[in-house]
């Protein structure tokens, strides 16, 4: 099923907003061109607060260690509890939600018994809306792990 980049009937925080949602389908259908419109660019830092902090500072990195392996998974991600925050007529905003995300190996998820790895965090995002485009998009994001539940070796990338 093809989706689209731009949504034209969004308010500005929809808008905004649709930045998460963008790179969450790019996990959760392994698309990478919805996924690639979520950031503003090569230049973005993702940070996993997990107990220690892991940092990532190049798009490129994230599709190669994170969308690499969480793409092909059979994976949901659920996002509540969003608030925007942004000015009147500026160009960059910042929002906050709460994000569990169920992960399950390829082609596995249909099976009950199957394991499967749960997590709720909350996420922090930093955005930018792109002149060219007009898109909303991620400059930094930060997911600060708050608990976590079933088979955490599926998270291990192979090699």
Known sequence: MSRSHSLTSLTL??????ALYRALIGFDRNNVSIFNSAFVGEDIVFELHDGDIKTINSLSTIRTQILAHVGPMDTTHMISNVRVDVKNGEDTASLTAYALAQHCAPGKGREPDAPKYLVGGEYWIGLERDEGDGLWKIKKWVLDVIWRQG???LMQRPG
């Open 13 to 18: 925080h929809e808008a905004i907003t649709d």
């Open 151 to 153: 088979d955490a070796s």
